[in-house]
Every structure is written in C-alpha cells, then in structure tokens.
C-alpha cells in the first residue's frame, strides 16, 4: 500500500519530528510512504479568517498533488477535517475531487478503519492524558463527544491502550476546547489562555505525565503554556508515543 503523507504547515515548520514519527509509525504496518515536496498549506487558516479567496488556490494545489494516491495521511486532524468537510465549497464537481475525499484520512483513524490495528507492541510507562481537539472530535468522529448519546469510543485511546505500562488518566472535561483555534488564539489571545490553562490544570489534577492528541496545533498552544508556567508536564503527538514505545519494547 502507497500513502501520500500530508503534512501540515505548523509540522513542517516547527515540529518536523512528528512527521517523521508518522513516517516510522506508518513503515512499521508495511505501508510505504511518499512525501510529495509540491505540497504546501491546505488553506485552513484563509478559509478560518474569511480570506477564501486566498484558500481556493490552495484547495485546486491540494487536489492536483494528492489525487493519484491510493490513500493520503495526515497526522491532523483540523486539516483533515479541511480537506473532507469545507473543501467542497472549493472543489465540488471536480474531477477526482470526490475520491479524494473518501480516502483522505487522519491518522489515527486510517490505523483503525484503513488498516485494522487492534493492538500495538510496545512499551510506554507513563501516565497520559489524551487531548481531544475540537475538528477531530466533533468533525471526523475520531471519538464520542459528551452531548451524544451512545456506546463510548476514541481511536486514539483504542491504539493507546494496547501499550505496555501505559496508564490513560481520565479527564473531568475529556472533550472541551484547548482554546488554540488558529487566529482565535491571536485575536483572543486572553480567553485563548485561559482555557489552555483550564485543559492543563484538569490534566494535571488527574496525575498526567503526558498529554498527547491528534493535532500539534493544539499540542502546541498547550506546550506554550506549560512552557511558560515550567510545569512538569509533557505533549507528545500520538506518533511520537507509537514510535517510542515501539523503541523501548526494542531495548527491552
């Protein structure tokens, strides 16, 4: 199977080893993986702003380089969900754009439904705390929000869970915003803040070690916090923790 790795922006730029975690964590399933370098953004931050005249052309650039693949990857899920659920305001009618849609997929969610890993090898001794981002959540189904009513489910807890030695806390608020929300966390830089600090604190207050998730967007709006307040607290994309608990089951 031939994969065609997006990579959003704020990856390629600030946190390149998630991408190439993705890479490790998408071989280690036999997948082979293409990084195509015409790639650029997909637009979201136009489209968020208003701007969508500036995301159009980004829209056409994602369909031109991705259509061919028999599966495109991301490790985001607020650009996967761009992808899939508003790129039709762009893109409807156009050839091959249907099909891009369907085999889009984040990562976590073409782990489970793409490729059906039930259980994971591996080691990870620390306790996490899994942060649900809003376009994941509640856009892409990557788990079960609060206000339905239904069996509970999160693919990321389903692969997490697998581990050895892994402890996932459980969160008072398991599925409230982070307050990153792109420009929101630029034009509302205070109540951005605060509610990053709300999702710290509930995280903390469970005994997290970690907090990982599906999108470093948020990741990182929590990292910047944290950062600042110099709490003992770790983000890790979930790639990175597959990956490391793959190398530590490798050393035993």
């Known amino acids: 199977m031939q994969v065609g790795l997006f990579i959003p922006c704020y990856v390629d730029q600030f946190y390149p080893h998630v991408g190439m975690a993705v890479v490790r964590v998408l071989e280690r399933f036999g997948v082979e993986v293409v990084f195509p370098i015409e790639q650029t953004c997909c637009g979201q931050p136009m489209a968020n702003t208003g701007c969508v005249d500036d995301a ?140 990053g600090n709300d999702r710290i604190q509930d995280h903390e207050t469970a005994g997290a070690e970690v907090i990982t998730g599906v999108d470093m967007s948020c990741l990182m709006h929590l990292e910047g916090l944290i950062r600042r307040q110099c709490k003992p607290l770790r983000v890790m994309h979930l790639a990175e923790i597959l990956l490391a608990s793959e190398e530590q089951e490798v050393r035993g």
């Open 56 to 195: 159009r052309p980004l829209a056409f650039k994602f369909l031109n380089t991705f259509r061919d693949f028999e599966y495109v990857v991301c490790p985001s899920g607020s650009c996967t969900a761009m992808v899939r659920m508003h790129y039709d305001e762009f893109l409807k009618g156009h050839d091959g754009f249907d099909e891009l849609k369907g085999k889009t997929y984040e990562l976590s969610e073409f782990l489970t439904d793409v490729l059906k890993v039930d259980k994971i090898e591996g080691r990870f001794p620390h306790k996490v705390g899994i942060h649900q981002s809003c376009h994941g959540l509640r856009e892409l189904r990557l788990a079960k929000s609060s206000e339905l009513v239904g069996e509970s489910f999160s693919k990321v807890r389903h692969l997490l869970e697998s581990l050895q030695g892994i402890e996932l806390v459980s969160l008072e608020r398991p599925d409230e915003c982070c307050g990153f929300g792109g420009t929101f966390a630029v034009g509302e830089e205070a109540v951005s803040c605060m509610m």
